[in-house]
């Protein structure tokens, strides 16, 4: 059975379930994975690519590309 098949089915399942502790159960599980996912993806940069992003950040600084932080509230407000 392909992984499509597999979902339909598991899902028919849940919908099935009577048990509110099953259901807070595989909440769990399922919140758990996707936690666990999230910080899968996360890659770390290189030292020269944080180079580079600081270099940038200073350049954007000096030449007044940026908001201040009020400007930046003031948007959500």
Do not use: C, H, W
Not at 12 to 18: G, T, V
Not at 22 to 40: A, P, V, Y
């Amino acid at each position: 059975m392909n992984l499509e098949g597999r979902k339909i089915e598991f899902v028919q399942e849940f919908l099935k379930l009577q048990s509110e502790e099953t259901i807070s159960r595989l909440e769990k599980i399922l919140k758990k994975e996707r936690n666990s996912s999230d910080q899968q993806i996360f890659e770390p940069m290189s030292r020269a690519e944080l180079n580079k992003r600081i270099d940038k950040s200073e350049s954007d600084f000096l030449n007044n590309r940026f908001k201040s932080s009020s400007q930046l509230l003031a948007k959500y407000e």
